[in-house]
C-alpha cells in the first residue's frame, strides 16, 4: 500500500527548488525594487495571465557559469537564468509569455536563457499563441562561461522570434532599461507598449562607451521623449499595471467580434465638424463617437499626429481605424503619416482586423522639402500597402479627399474598398479645388486685369465646388453612396459583417 503521508521520492527536493524561483525567496531584492515604484517579472505575469494557468518552462535553469561561481550560488541568486516563461490563458484565451527577470544580472541574456527563449518561441509558433513580452533588460550577458563560445552568433532567438511575424501576434512591453538584445527583441514584436521609466536601445552605456563614442547615463539613451516622436513606440502607459490591462484590451479584440453595441451618440457625428469646411478640427472625437464606448486605444499619437492610428471595435466588430488629422498641416500625407500608415495597414493585415478609413486631406504633401525626407518612398508603400490588403476595408470620406492623397487612404482607388461613401458636405477631386482652377486658368489668368484674378479664381472655384461635392461624385457612381453621418457605425458594421459571411 501507497502511504499518502509519505511524499514522493525527490519531491521535497524539487519543492524546496522551486520556491528559490519564487519572490519569496528574495526579499530584500524584491522590496528594494518595490520601493522604485517597479513590480517583478513574476508579478506582471501573475497580474496579466489567468490564475493557476502558467505552465512554466525551464523555472530550474540556471546561469552557464559553474566554472566562475558555485552552484549553490547560482541556484539562489540567478534564478530560471534571468527569463520566465511559458503557456497560459489570459481571459480563458491560450497565449504565451515571456519576461527577462531584472532581479537575476539585469535582466541580461544568458546562454540557456537563449535556449529558454528559442524553445518558448519555436512553441508559440508551431501552437499559433499570441504572444506577450516583457523586454526589460541590459542586453547579452558575456560572463557566461560553461558553454563554448566565440562570437555566440548563432543564437536563433532573434531569428526565430522574427520569423514568427505574420504567424501570431507578438507583444512587446518595455519598462526601465532596455538596451542591446532585449531592444531588438522589442523591437522586432508588433505593438510596442511603454512605461514613462523605459529606456530603449540598441547598445547601453558600456556598449557606447567600449565603442570610443562617450560616457552616457542609461536615462539618456532612447528615453520615451525620443522613442514616441520616431514611432518605435506604439502606446505608452502610465505604469506596468496600466500595461497589463493594455495587453488584455488588445488581445480581447484579437479574439473577434463582442457583443454588439451601439454608439454613445451617433446623432453627434452630424454636428461633429466645423461649420467653416477649411478650419481644422481634431478628428479623434468622431472616432470615438463612431466606435463603442471605451472600446479605442490610440496608436504611435506622438509621432506623424497628422495621421491619427487605432484599435476600436464598432457595434462589437474589432477594428483598425486610421484617420487623416486637420489640425496638423491640415491633414496632409507627410512622410512620417505615409510610414505610419503603411505600418499601420500592414499590421491589421497580419492580425486579420478590418479597417475603416476616414478620408480628410488635401493629399500627399508637396514640395522640394517634402521630397528631401523620401516622400516617394513611403508614399507609395502606402498605397502598396492598401492595395494590397485582403481584410475587409471601408471608406468614409469625412470632408476632404483630394488626389493621390486620397487614394491611399482608400487603398488605392475609391472602388477598392468594400464600401466607399461620403458625408453630405465632401468634396472630392483630382487635387485641391482652388489650386486646380489655378492651373487649368492659368494662361487666362495671367491675361486678366490684377484686380480680376482673385474675383474670377473664387467664382471658377465655387462652380468647382458644386461639381465636386459628393452627391455629384454619387452621381457618376465613383463612390458608393452619401450618408447620414449617424448611419456611419451601423453602415460599417452591416459592410464587415456582410464580408465576413
Not at 483630394?402 to 487635387?431: C, E, K, N
Not at 489655378?438 to 474675383?455: C, F, N, V
Request: charged share 25%.
Amino acid at each position: 500500500m501507497l502511504d499518502d503521508d509519505v511524499p514522493a521520492e525527490g519531491l521535497p527536493e524539487v519543492l524546496a527548488r522551486r520556491f528559490l524561483t519564487t519572490d519569496a525567496a528574495r526579499p530584500e531584492k524584491v522590496e528594494r525594487w518595490h520601493a522604485k515604484g517597479r513590480r517583478t517579472a513574476r508579478e506582471n505575469i501573475a497580474d496579466l495571465v489567468d490564475a493557476g494557468s502558467l505552465v512554466e518552462y525551464g523555472r530550474f535553469v540556471t546561469p552557464a557559469q559553474e566554472y566562475r561561481r558555485d552552484l549553490a550560488d547560482l541556484v539562489v541568486e540567478a534564478p530560471a537564468d534571468g527569463i520566465i516563461g511559458g503557456t497560459a490563458t489570459i481571459d480563458g484565451r491560450p497565449c504565451a509569455v515571456l519576461s527577462y527577470d531584472y532581479l537575476v544580472m539585469a535582466g541580461t541574456q544568458g546562454m540557456r536563457g537563449h535556449r529558454k527563449s528559442d524553445r518558448l518561441i519555436e512553441l508559440a509558433g508551431r501552437m499559433r499563441l499570441p504572444t506577450v513580452f516583457f523586454t526589460e533588460g541590459g542586453g547579452g550577458r558575456p560572463g557566461d562561461t560553461d558553454i563554448p563560445l566565440v562570437s555566440a552568433l548563432d543564437v536563433g532567438s532573434f531569428a526565430l522570434w522574427g520569423e514568427l511575424q505574420g504567424v501570431v501576434p507578438r507583444i512587446a512591453v518595455v519598462s526601465g532599461r532596455c538596451f542591446a538584445g532585449n531592444a531588438v527583441i522589442a523591437g522586432c514584436a508588433d505593438l510596442r507598449i511603454a512605461t514613462p521609466d523605459a529606456n530603449l536601445g540598441m547598445a547601453g552605456p558600456a556598449m557606447i562607451a567600449g565603442g570610443g563614442l562617450g560616457e552616457f547615463a542609461p536615462e539618456e539613451i532612447g528615453p520615451v521623449a525620443d522613442q514616441a516622436p520616431n514611432g518605435v513606440l506604439d502606446v505608452l502607459v502610465d505604469d506596468e499595471e496600466h500595461a497589463v490591462g493594455v495587453v488584455r484590451h488588445v488581445l480581447s479584440l484579437l479574439a473577434g467580434p463582442a457583443g454588439r453595441s451601439a454608439p454613445a451618440d451617433a446623432d453627434a457625428l452630424r454636428t461633429a465638424l466645423p461649420d467653416n469646411d477649411r478650419e481644422g478640427f481634431d478628428v479623434r472625437p468622431v472616432v470615438e463617437a463612431l466606435a463603442d464606448p471605451e472600446s479605442v486605444l490610440w496608436l504611435r499619437e506622438a509621432f506623424a499626429p497628422e495621421l491619427v492610428t487605432a484599435f476600436a471595435r464598432i457595434d462589437g466588430l474589432p477594428v483598425g481605424i486610421v484617420a487623416n488629422q486637420s489640425t496638423q498641416l491640415a491633414g496632409a500625407l507627410t512622410t512620417g503619416a505615409s510610414t505610419k500608415a503603411a505600418d499601420f495597414l500592414d499590421l491589421c493585415e497580419r492580425w486579420r482586423l478590418p479597417v475603416v478609413s476616414l478620408v480628410d486631406t488635401p493629399g500627399f504633401m508637396v514640395g522640394p522639402e517634402a521630397e528631401r525626407t523620401g516622400l516617394v518612398r513611403e508614399a507609395s508603400r502606402m498605397v502598396t500597402a492598401g492595395a494590397r490588403l485582403t481584410v475587409p476595408l471601408v471608406g468614409v470620406v469625412l470632408r476632404r479627399g483630394y488626389g493621390l492623397g486620397a487614394q491611399a487612404m482608400l487603398g488605392g482607388s475609391t472602388h477598392r474598398p468594400h464600401l466607399t461613401v461620403a458625408w453630405p458636405g465632401a468634396h472630392l477631386g483630382a487635387m485641391g479645388l482652388e489650386g486646380a482652377v489655378r492651373l487649368a486658368m492659368a494662361h487666362e489668368l495671367a491675361e486678366m486685369p490684377e484686380d480680376e484674378r482673385e474675383e474670377a479664381v473664387a467664382k471658377h472655384t465655387a462652380d468647382l465646388r458644386q461639381h465636386a461635392k459628393a452627391l455629384n461624385v454619387a452621381r457618376v457612381f465613383e463612390i458608393d453612396d452619401v450618408i447620414d453621418p449617424a448611419e456611419t457605425p451601423a453602415v460599417i458594421a452591416a459592410t464587415l459583417r456582410a464580408a465576413a459571411s
